[in-house]
């Protein structure tokens, strides 16, 4: 395989993101800019202020990382840019960048599916990771598990029925307004909680206490229940909260590894699971993975937290290993077959 470099953008939710990756996993140039500060005070992504974000920043967050990989348009192999999922108008401002450069430079474009590119990003970080491999994804969008055979074919095994965990996590946040706190006003909801878990070395038992207390009633049907609920401090609500969504994805991954071994998915020497997506990122629920990994015999691959949450490396890197393969290469005047979704 020959040397290549690749230019990606990500726009797909908040993250205005470009990098400069080349084929021997070096990351030339990178830039990101977040617009997390802005949608934590608006309470809520807005889909069209996140689009003005991205016009406002993408010439820039481009420029500076191929400045920084001291590379030009013309020295590149090939334009690569999420097309799905995404906010779609979030998705048109990176799409439509990326067919401008691509127009310019007459090197061809790759369009990118986010959650690929969070799976293959551990191939990035980790060389000997091979095909097929178990991947866990979970970010503020999506919970997925997957077995990734090939570079664009992936095994759904099993995804959210509602809500993905960032969401929750970030709702969570919302409501106990966190950002309001000093200590945590530069935070997602994901790390606000994360970081506030890690203050509480309470004890309490009046969830449980009251679980019971509601079920007895609820199976007597007396009683209307009393205003009388116990407001647990924030901490604990924090720990209990982050606790029981990592039982959760714990309970599950163990069930879809067995899953897995009963229907003989996977071969013996590719037990390995990869995380990712921004709640990988979470440092509580990581060390949970790793025990369940341990019982089951995976190796398990994390990238770091920067890699985890959006970035243009992930799209890159997934831009270099569909180049090598030849797959889903648009030439520049063929552009009009690439669109997002
Ligand atoms: O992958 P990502 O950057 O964007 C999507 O594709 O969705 O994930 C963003 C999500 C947010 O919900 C955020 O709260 C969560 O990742 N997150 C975390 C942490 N850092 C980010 N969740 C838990 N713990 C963290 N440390
Ligand atoms: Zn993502």
């Not at 192999?77 to 799905?84: F, L, N, P, R």
């Not at 997925?144 to 029925?161: P, T, Y």
């Not at 509601?214 to 604990?236: A, F, R």
């Not at 990592?246 to 995380?275: A, M, S, W, Y």
Request: aromatic share 6%.
């Amino acid at each position: 395989r020959a040397y290549s470099k690749v230019l990606g953008i990500e726009t797909s939710c908040d993250d205005t993101g470009c990098a400069i990756v080349d084929s021997d996993r070096n990351i030339l140039g990178e830039c990101l800019q977040s617009q997390q500060q802005i949608h934590l005070d608006f309470g809520g992504i807005i889909p069209p202020v996140a689009r003005d974000l991205h016009k406002q920043n993408i010439n820039n967050v481009v420029t500076e990382a191929l400045q920084q990989a001291q590379v030009s348009l013309n020295e590149l192999d090939a334009i690569a840019v999420t097309v799905k999922p995404g906010l779609p108008l979030s998705l048109l401002v990176g799409m439509n960048t990326a067919k401008e450069l691509s127009k310019i430079s007459r090197k061809p474009l790759i369009p990118i599916h986010h959650m690929e590119a969070h799976a293959l990003t551990a191939r990035l970080v980790d060389k000997n990771l091979k095909l097929p491999f178990v991947v866990l994804l979970l970010s503020g969008g999506h919970c997925l598990l997957a077995v990734v055979n090939k570079i664009n074919e992936f095994l759904l095994l099993g995804q959210s029925i509602d809500d993905a965990p960032g969401e929750a996590l970030d709702k969570a946040a919302r409501r106990l307004q966190l950002k309001n706190m000093k200590e945590f006003r530069y935070c997602c909801g994901g790390q606000a909680i994360e970081k506030a878990a890690m203050k509480d070395c309470n004890f309490s038992y009046s969830g449980l206490k009251n679980a019971v207390r509601m079920q007895i009633l609820k199976s007597e049907k007396k009683h209307e229940l009393k205003g009388d609920e116990i407001i647990p401090e924030v901490y604990d609500l924090c720990a209990s909260f982050q606790y029981a969504i990592t039982k959760h994805i714990c309970t599950r991954l163990q069930r879809g590894f067995e899953f897995i071994d009963r229907t003989k998915l996977l071969p013996e020497i590719n037990r390995t699971l990869v995380v990712s997506g921004g709640v990988a990122s979470n440092m509580f629920i990581r060390k949970h993975l790793n025990l369940v990994c341990d019982n089951m015999n995976f190796k398990l691959v994390v990238p770091p937290p920067r890699l985890c949450t959006d970035n243009g490396i992930m799209i890159a890197w997934n831009g270099i290993e569909k180049f090598n393969e030849n797959l889903d290469i648009y030439t520049y005047d063929n552009l009009d077959k690439v669109d997002i979704q």
